[in-house]
Every structure is written in structure tokens, then in C-alpha cells.
């Protein structure tokens, strides 16, 4: 099993910028990727960036790849989304996967989930 803890969400205004950390605990030798996704009051979850854990392959949704940074340290078991020039349409719950395979952008591939932490961003 892996757990995920997530950590630096809050509030904003538009154009600032925030970083979100996730920390893996647990059979951390199992994780392939590791991502970030998101979900808007009344939206379904939807696929941020996705990182490869050990290698340097990296996955970003259009909406946000000119914007935000998926990155990761592995001696410290977290990975990062760097979140710039923020837009209230970016506010969500943002939640920290995992997975043993793939560099996938669909929820249902990804085995590991975290509790998630909310980003609000003001106009």
C-alpha cells in the first residue's frame, strides 16, 4: 500500500502563484507515476500533470502546461505542482495519485489517492 499526504493548498488571488507538495509513505518502491488531479464544485475530477517517478517523463492537460510544473524529489518522496498565474477557473480540490504503470490521465488508473487540498483562487 502507498499513502498520500497533500499539503500547500489555500487561497489566492488571480496571476499569484502557489506550490503543492505530496508525500508518499509506504511501499513507495511500487510507485511508477505519480499525478495531480483536480475537482471544481460540480465538475468531475479531472487530470492535471502526471510524472514519471524515476525517470524524467512528465504529462501536463493543455489547460495548464503553460502555467503549471509537475516535479519531484525522490530522496524526499514528494512530488510538486507549481501553480502560476493562477485563474479563479483553477479552483478545485486538488488531489496526489499514484500508480505502479503507466503515465496515464484517467482517474481509473491510478491505484492511490490522496485526501486531496482545496485551492481557491480570487478574481
Known amino acids: 500500500q502507498v499513502q498520500l499526504d497533500e499539503s500547500g493548498g489555500g487561497l489566492v488571488q488571480a496571476g499569484g502563484s502557489l506550490r503543492l507538495s505530496c508525500v508518499a509513505s509506504?511501499?513507495?518502491?511500487?510507485?511508477?507515476?505519480m499525478s495531480w488531479f483536480r475537482q471544481a464544485p460540480g465538475k468531475e475530477r479531472e487530470f492535471v500533470a502526471a510524472?514519471?517517478?524515476?525517470?524524467?517523463?512528465?504529462y501536463s492537460a493543455n489547460s495548464v502546461k503553460d502555467r503549471f510544473t509537475i516535479s519531484a524529489d525522490t530522496t524526499e518522496n514528494t512530488v510538486y505542482l507549481q501553480m502560476n498565474n493562477l485563474k479563479p477557473e483553477d479552483t478545485a480540490v486538488y488531489y496526489c495519485?499514484?500508480?505502479?504503470?503507466?503515465?496515464?490521465?484517467?482517474?481509473?488508473?491510478?491505484?492511490?489517492w490522496g485526501h486531496g487540498t482545496q485551492v481557491t483562487v480570487s478574481s
Open positions: 495519485a499514484a500508480d505502479a504503470s503507466g503515465l496515464g490521465s484517467s482517474e481509473w488508473e491510478y491505484d492511490y
Open positions: 509506504g511501499r513507495t518502491s511500487d510507485i511508477y507515476v
Open positions: 510524472k514519471q517517478w524515476r525517470g524524467s517523463g512528465t
